[in-house]
Every structure is written in C-alpha cells, then in structure tokens.
C-alpha cells in the first residue's frame, strides 16, 4: 500500500512557533512531525504572508536563503538553500514586502544552548496577492476552529481515543493529532485560541471591508457576512457534526480524481486547485478525500504539482 502524502495543514504562525512536541513514525524514512497545542499534527504546511525580507546565509555559489513570512498572528521563519533549488532559486528574487504563498515542511531543531527553533523548509514558493492572502487567513481559521471543536469534544470523553473523535465525524490525521495534544500539553489553552481566531477573524473583516473572500474563477463568498457568521459561531456551543456518507473506495476516489485533473487541465499547465475542489464536491467527493487520493496519486508518480496550486497528470 502507498502511504498518502501529507496533509498541508492551514497554521497560524503563533501556534506553530507554541509548538513544543515531537513525534515520528515507525521505520527508516517515517515522517516526522511537529504536534501543535490544538492537535495539527504536521509534516506539511500551506502558508501565506508578507515576507518582510530575505537573507542569503550561504555564498554566491552556494546560497542559503533565509526570509521572515508573517501572518496575522506571528512570524515563519523560512529556510532553503542547496536541495530546495526553484523555492532558493525565487526567494532570491523577491524583493520585500511581497505577498508570499508557501508550501513545506515542518522543521525543529534544538541549538547547543538548549533553545528550541521551529522553521519551514519550502518545496514550492508563489508571489501572491492580498486577495489569497485574505482568502488563506479565513481558511486558516475554519481549520483552527474544527481543530478546537475536535480539542474540546476529546476533553468530553472518558477517556478520549482516536477511535472516538472519527465516529464522530473528525478526520483520522486531526484524531491521531488532537490525542498526542492533549496527552502531551496537559492544558491545551482552548480559550486562548479561540480568543485569537476571534481577533484573526476581525481583522479579516477590516482587511477585506465587505469584499467577497474566494479565490479567481471560484465561487465567491461575502466577506464580512461569512466572518460574522463565523464569529456568531465560536460563540455559541460547539454543534454536532453530520453524519458521514459512505465514503468511496480510494481506487475510484483516485480514478475519479485522475479524470477531474484531465478534463480541467484546459492550458496543458495543469489543473488548477480551487477547480480541482469545486469539481470534486460536485461529485460527492469531500476535500479530505480529495486531498487523500492526490496524494496517493503524487507517491505513485501518476500527477505532478508544475507550479504551486495546480495539478498536472503525468
């Protein structure tokens, strides 16, 4: 069986840089993981921000760029150089302030004086707007938001499993996730994240000023009355999730996807990604499920990513 690829998880930099556990999986070449206060359990990650500026650490034969990504809430810090060549190769170029999307992994690592440091390595980096930078706070929170609707449902149980928060309806990654949270940070500090997706989500209203939150060609959602509907949310008890279809096998979820990937790669440059969900749901397939067989079909070398944000079949 081929392993799933990593989900990218949507994290606001405070929460990430709060992240103080470690964890990897069995074998050789497992992945490891950074495990956040509110149960992301992550080797991926999708973040957009202003890069503020870009350092080369290195030499001119052999550059080691560092940059500073910051979001609503904090700072990424960024790092790549020799095995990371296009992600080097554009932050060399950019020129500060720019609007910055990036895809990659999750790095720790511990100095000799015994401080702690967190950081991303990137696979893929895209200059972008402020209308994707908007677009990715809002997904960012929805995703902190079911991660504490997950953290608070675990605290209700007795005692609280993986098996138990997927009967529910969570996706087993946030499960797994969301128990090692709370073995691990013993007081996960709910209230606190809550307060700052509530002031995150505020700040989207005064930076999107009534304008619709959706990304190019997608369906567009108005702004300030998608966030106050938020917010109204977070507010009230957490509601009860809906029970699940019956999901499709990942074969056909694969063979499903494969088809979208072709019939929406209209350029020959690939599908691109907000299409690529769209379509999907049309057909009954979740986001999870999709990202799951895109996944599957990146490890089996049946698609490839020619740019960030689109899909292209091999």
Not at 43 to 55: F, M
Not at 61 to 79: I, M
Not at 108 to 130: I, K, W
Not at 207 to 235: C, D, N
Request: hydrophobic share 40%.
């Amino acid at each position: 069986m081929v392993n799933a690829r990593e989900v990218a998880w949507r994290v606001f930099a405070a929460e990430y840089n709060a992240s103080t556990l470690d964890v990897s999986g069995e074998g050789e070449k497992s992945p490891s993981y950074v495990v956040s206060p509110t149960g992301a359990r992550i080797n991926r990650l999708y973040v957009v921000g202003v890069v503020t500026d870009v350092e080369n650490v290195g030499t001119a034969n052999e550059p080691l760029y560092r940059a500073r990504l910051s979001d609503p809430t904090g700072t990424f810090f960024l790092s790549a150089g020799q095995y990371q060549p296009t992600a080097a190769g554009i932050l060399g170029k950019l020129r500060p302030p720019a609007f910055v999307a990036v895809m990659g992994k999750s790095r720790a690592y511990t100095a000799e004086g015994g401080g702690r440091f967190l950081s991303v390595r990137p696979e893929m980096v895209r200059e972008v707007d402020a209308a994707i930078r908007d677009y990715w706070s809002y997904e960012a929170c929805a995703s902190l938001k079911q991660r504490l609707d997950c953290l608070e449902e675990a605290g209700e149980m007795n005692p609280p499993t993986v098996e138990g928060l997927v009967a529910l309806g969570y996706p087993q990654a946030l499960a797994s996730g969301t128990i090692l949270a709370l073995s691990h940070y013993k007081e996960p500090q709910v209230e606190r994240y809550r307060a700052l997706l509530l002031e995150t989500l505020r700040e989207l209203v005064r930076s999107v000023g009534g304008a619709p939150l959706g990304r190019p060609g997608e369906p567009t959602k108005p702004g300030i009355e998608v966030v106050a509907a938020e917010e109204e949310a977070l507010e009230a008890e957490p509601a009860s999730l809906p029970e699940e279809e019956a999901a499709p096998s990942s074969d056909d979820a694969e063979a499903a996807v494969l088809q979208l990937i072709e019939s929406l790669d209209r350029t020959g440059k690939g599908a691109p990604w907000e299409d690529l969900v769209a379509a999907a749901a049309k057909q009954g397939l979740e986001k999870t499920r999709l990202e799951e067989a895109t996944a599957a079909l990146l490890d089996k070398g049946e698609i490839y990513e020619p740019e960030l944000g689109k899909m292209k079949r091999i």
